[in-house]
């Protein structure tokens, strides 16, 4: 154990961390999750797995492991409440100095709290009370068959400590990368969370949570090594489901981290343009879900979205004046720039035909981007 966690230990009542951690039909992976915790090097920590209501014996897997360990805890929900309920109910239980909050069905390194640790116990040796850590993942793709097909890193760019305006320069790197659209590659000072919940949105929940948080945040650290490790499965993944507000939902996403860059002064054309990229992969994405038979609509009602989305001044702001770098990115925002409304259906049903027979192929093509 480092003295990080040493210190940390003898020097703290409460657990240094709170590790909260959903349950919802994983008994077939807790066994797993709680033996990573138990691997971690620091052992200063509680864990609170809040069973939702689980169908499966996730509770009597809890309750054996606290058995065993009284840094293990069980609560319990009589009704389920979704991912969302579930990870507000564990941060109001949590106790800890610190909140980390992985998926029982992921895997993450050994020294992934005690990097951690340090990190902050070095800011405060310097008199910086850390708020956020945000760390880099492996991120693997399954096969049907439990096999890994593709792996990849992503870290942030930059290793070390941000305060003030620094931190909030750090941000849209973060969302580029995608790092600021999970809860579980951060830890998270509690207080800092005080009367921030989890809404009960799809797909975009934990970026909503990140957005309110970094609202908040002056001290951050980041650490440019994949301490955990995302696992994607083809069949149980919730992005591999249709979601009827795809569209609506990632909208709001573009629209927060904009409204946020906004209010810290940092518009600009660069900001826009990155942000116009990524809005346009999500409005060719919603374009190729609106040819799903499970979307039910038909050609006029795919038409009249493509409208409703030329029309709308979150695309003509972030869009149309975008000057992306990378191909891909080129690609997406020019086939925008056509204001089209045949062009963009004739695109979403070349991709939806492509993903429809390619199936996994195509989610090994597109797995990396």
Known sequence: MSDACDEAAASERRPFFSIIMPCYGVAAYLPD????????????????????????????????????????????????????????????????????????????APDLLERCAEKIYFQADAGVRTDVVVFGLTEELFDADGSVCGAHDIVPALDGAFSGSDAHAQVLDLEDRTLLGYAWNKVYRAEVLDGIAFETVPLIEDVVFNVAVFNRVENLVLVARPLYRYEKRAAANLTAKFVPEYYEVHRRRIDDVYRQQVSWGLDSADVRSRLGARYARYILSALERNCDARAGLNHADRVAFCRSVMDDGLFRVLVLDARPQGRGARVCVGLLKTRSALVWCAVGRIIHLVRSRAGLAYRKATFSR
């Open 33 to 108: 999750a709680v033996a990573c915790v138990h691997a971690q090097t620091c052992a200063d920590w509680e864990l609170i797995c809040v069973d939702d209501a689980s169908p499966d014996n996730v509770a009597e897997l809890v309750e054996h492991a606290a058995a065993e360990d009284p840094r293990i805890r069980l609560v319990r929900h009589e009704e389920n409440q979704g991912l969302s309920g579930a990870r507000n109910t564990g941060i109001a239980a949590a106790r800890g100095s610190y909140v980390w909050m992985p998926d029982p069905d992921d895997a993450y």
